[in-house]
């Protein structure tokens, strides 16, 4: 995505790396928790938000929370169903 490496499952991108920031694509309830841990919302374009996906504070330091957060972002894209064509 954006030249950088992202992870798709059905056709639906679930997680992706932008900049230094790793980012993953998670219900209403599991973005609310991020944002308030100081995770912030992916907006490649200024003005132009990806509201579904949020970045993962502390990230790189804390891989048992990044593990668990890419869990959650697998599923939530396996209950969207196939991306259609």
Known sequence: MFGSVAAFAGGQMFMC???DEL?????EADRAELLA?????????PG???????A???????SAP??????????YALSL?????
């Open 17 to 19: 790396l932008f900049a």
């Open 23 to 27: 980012y993953v694509r998670v219900t």
């Open 37 to 45: 841990a100081g995770g912030a919302p992916l907006e490649p374009m």
């Open 48 to 54: 132009r938000p990806m509201r579904e996906y949020v």
């Open 56 to 62: 993962l504070p502390d990230w790189q330091s804390r």
């Open 66 to 75: 990044a593990r668990e957060w890419a869990g959650r972002s697998l599923s």
């Open 81 to 85: 169903g196939p991306k259609k064509k």
